[in-house]
């Protein structure tokens, strides 16, 4: 059981290019988010999911987007990157919608250039 | 908004007990959990609290009083694999999580 996975581990973008960071977790979860975080500022919601099908913004969901067509994936793209979208991402899910614990991926470090 | 505070550093001695606190003006209350995370890594699940009290789980405890907007984490017989970021996070009345910056635990030998 590998939990929670995502791809890539790390990146290195140039500005104005489209990137996806894919998220899959085999836990059945109902619930999935993504974080970014950034050192001094700790995590910040981007954007979530309670259950396949619907999506959510967070708290910095300006310039990314999300889909959720099955329980298990979560994909989170940004269309046009920017170098103050370099960051390290974290997807996480949590079995109960916003109520459980979350767990979290490993995360993808990405830098916009 | 939200406002979780914590300290940004903390430095202890092997075997030592250390406190986090951490204090926090929330819109809602659904909950406060406390994550470790070691440099580079994700954030792993320590505790939850929802009500006020002492949780301990082994070498770890953690406090919780509402009405003060303020919990801590303790952390005994501290290791040296205990070196790692202590981040709290407030579940808010949206059943979202806010997450402090962080507090990042050197222990010294």
């Known amino acids: 059981i590998a939990g929670i996975t995502q791809a890539p581990t790390s990146q290195i973008l140039a500005a104005g290019r489209r990137m996806t960071l894919r998220c899959t977790q085999d836990?059945?979860?109902?619930?999935m988010y993504w974080y970014r975080q950034d050192l001094g500022l700790g995590l910040r919601l981007i954007h979530y999911?309670?259950?396949?099908?619907?999506?959510g913004k967070g708290e910095v969901p300006d310039g990314y987007s999300v889909s959720r067509a099955n329980t298990d994936d979560f994909p989170l793209t940004l269309a046009s990157a920017v170098p103050s979208q370099t960051s390290v991402y974290f997807c996480?899910?949590?079995?109960?919608?916003?109520?459980?614990?979350?767990?979290f991926g490993p995360g993808t470090r990405l830098t916009v250039l | 908004g939200q406002n979780i505070d914590q300290p940004t550093e903390m430095t202890a001695t092997e075997g030592a007990i250390v406190q986090i606190n951490c204090t926090y003006q929330t819109s809602g209350f659904n909950g406060l959990f406390w994550y470790q995370q070691h440099a580079g890594e994700a954030p792993t699940f320590l505790s939850y609290?929802?009500?006020?009290g002492l949780e301990e789980k082994g070498r770890f405890s953690s406090f919780l009083s509402r009405s003060k907007g303020y919990s801590y984490l303790l952390l005994k017989e501290l290791q040296m694999k205990d070196s790692a970021s202590y981040l709290c996070?407030?579940?808010?009345?949206?059943?979202?999580?806010?997450f402090g910056a962080g507090t990042t635990v050197t222990v010294r030998a």
């Open positions: 996070a407030v579940r808010d009345g949206d059943y979202k999580l806010s």
């Open positions: 609290n929802v009500l006020d």
């Open positions: 999911s309670n259950t396949a099908g619907t999506t």
């Open positions: 836990m059945r979860h109902n619930a």
């Open positions: 996480a899910s949590s079995t109960s919608g916003s109520t459980d614990t979350q767990y």
